[in-house]
T-cell receptor
Framework: GEDVEQSLFLSVREGDSSVINCTYTDSSSTYLYWYKQEPGAGLQLLTY?????DMKQDQRLTVLLNKKDKHLSLRIADTQTGDSAIYFC????????????FGRGTSLIVHP | KAGVTQTPRYLIKTRGQQVTLSCSPISGHRSVSWYQQTPGQGLQFLFE???????NKGNFPGRFSGRQFSNSRSEMNVSTLELGDSALYLCASSLTSGGANNEQFFGPGTRLTVL
């Protein structure tokens, strides 16, 4: 079955880059997503990438996809304290049900 | 445009009781999905409704049920509550059902505590 793995915590200094990593097992994944969850809030879609892409950049966010290794990463440039949140990786399969499978989330802590 | 709203935001129940949670999707969205979020299991898909029909269902016992009304608002019900049902229940709406690029918009969730 599908499985999405993420490390649980990441601590960075304000102004540094953050890299959050994710691995998935479903080779039929079509879309891979990054969501952000702030305390007391639901999930907010940050960005997504098609499985036929290697990279996607959106302002401070860069998503890298290594389809061969089934590895996805999210890089946040110039990390700010407002970026402190839980980041979820998710994948959805091609065809049929598109229901995404989520990782457990990586808690990003940004300190001054 | 208003976002996804969920009511109530917080709920405390005791074992054996039943509970109903409500979700109002973004105007024009016809699909509503429900997820359970716990520290132990992470985010797990419960079910999805589209045009008042259940389209997809996750791996949860029959105590968990839902429905969708003609205005796309959705409710989920949990009967005979167990301690393990304590969780954040998230609702997500999308324009349509199916299609991996069908972006979901999440509500803030209902925090259910079962004592």
């Amino acid at each position: 079955g599908e499985d999405v793995e993420q490390s649980l915590f990441l601590s960075v200094r304000e102004g540094d880059s953050s890299v959050i990593n994710c691995t998935y097992t479903d080779s039929s994944s079509t879309y891979l997503y990054w969501y952000k969850q702030e305390p007391g809030a639901g999930l907010q879609l940050l960005t997504y990438i098609f499985s036929n892409m290697d990279m996607k950049q959106d302002q401070r966010l860069t998503v890298l996809l290594n389809k061969k290794d089934k590895h996805l990463s999210l890089r946040i440039a110039d990390t700010q304290t407002g970026d402190s949140a839980i980041y979820f990786c998710a994948e959805s399969p091609s065809g049929g049900s598109y229901i995404p499978t989520f990782g457990r989330g990586t808690s990003l802590i940004v300190h001054p | 445009k208003a976002g996804v709203t969920q009511t109530p935001r917080y709920l405390i129940k005791t074992r054996g009781q039943q509970v109903t949670l409500s979700c109002s999707p973004i105007s024009g969205h016809r699909s509503v999905s429900w997820y359970q979020q716990t520290p132990g299991q992470g985010l797990q898909f419960l079910f999805e409704y589209f045009s008042e029909t259940q389209r997809n269902k996750g791996n949860f016992p029959g105590r968990f049920s839902g429905r969708q009304f003609s205005n796309s608002r959705s409710e989920m019900n949990v009967s005979t509550l167990e301690l393990g049902d304590s969780a954040l229940y998230l609702c997500a709406s999308s324009l349509t059902s199916g299609g991996a690029n069908n972006e979901q918009f999440f509500g803030p969730g209902t925090r259910l505590t079962v004592l």
